[in-house]
């Protein structure tokens, strides 16, 4: 989504300054109430109850939040907690697993993978750092919420193109439990990916192909 020729969402949260700024140019436009909404809604702090809210509203089928909004704040806070992460795991050579474990998230490494002291290092800083934590998770509902967004939009394409009912309604299904399932996040290369990420897309292409 553009605000400008020149400048995306993205640009503004970086930008609070430019963002409110922003914010107040749309709202004295004519036709810019909506993208005035998505704006402020980027800019201002995501709590992990109101992104809570917004998955359950996404899941529900009501929100006037766009599936555009929801992948740029998720590109944001992945870019954020990546920065975060990289000088502790600079010396790390192989994936980091984030997996949510009763309420707490627990590095984990590879099977097969000699023990790093790096990822106990790792662990201790995650315990200690609340806001982190709360990154993780916001990254993590926020990847189940754009997720489930996507496959009711694969879900409307699937029955453009006459797609029995009963194929659509698995493909949702199948969808939200393989959405849901993915409770866990991976770091590598300097990124971190929410690993629901293109479950919706993945489905949807494997039914598309045996149509």
């Known amino acids: 989504m553009i605000i ?23 709202a004295n436009s004519p036709g810019k109430a909506q993208l005035a909404q998505e704006t402020k809604a980027l800019t201002e702090p995501a709590s992990e109850a109101g992104i809570q809210d917004m998955l359950e509203k ?72 609340t806001r982190l934590t709360q990154r993780l998770s916001q990254i993590n509902q926020l990847a189940e919420m754009h997720e489930l967004g996507q496959a009711r939009e694969h879900a409307n394409t699937l029955k453009a193109q006459g797609v029995e009912d009963d194929a659509i309604v698995d493909f949702l299904s199948n969808a939200r439990q393989q959405i849901f399932a993915e409770d866990s996040l991976t770091f590598t290369g300097n990124t971190l990916t929410a690993n629901a990420e293109q479950t919706a897309q993945t489905l949807f292409d494997a039914i598309s192909t045996s149509s």
């Open 4 to 26: 400008s020729n020149q400048t995306s969402l993205l640009d503004y949260l970086n930008n609070p300054e430019s963002a409110q700024n922003t914010l107040s140019e749309l």
């Open 58 to 129: 996404i899941e529900a089928g009501d929100s006037s939040v766009s599936l555009t909004t929801i992948g740029n704040m998720l590109e944001h806070y992945k870019s954020k907690v990546s920065a975060d992460l990289q000088d502790i795991a600079a010396n790390l050579n192989a994936p980091v697993a984030f997996e949510r474990q009763d309420d707490r998230w627990v590095v984990t490494q590879p099977e097969g993978q000699r023990e790093d002291k790096t990822l106990s290092r790792m662990q201790q800083y995650l315990d200690k750092d």
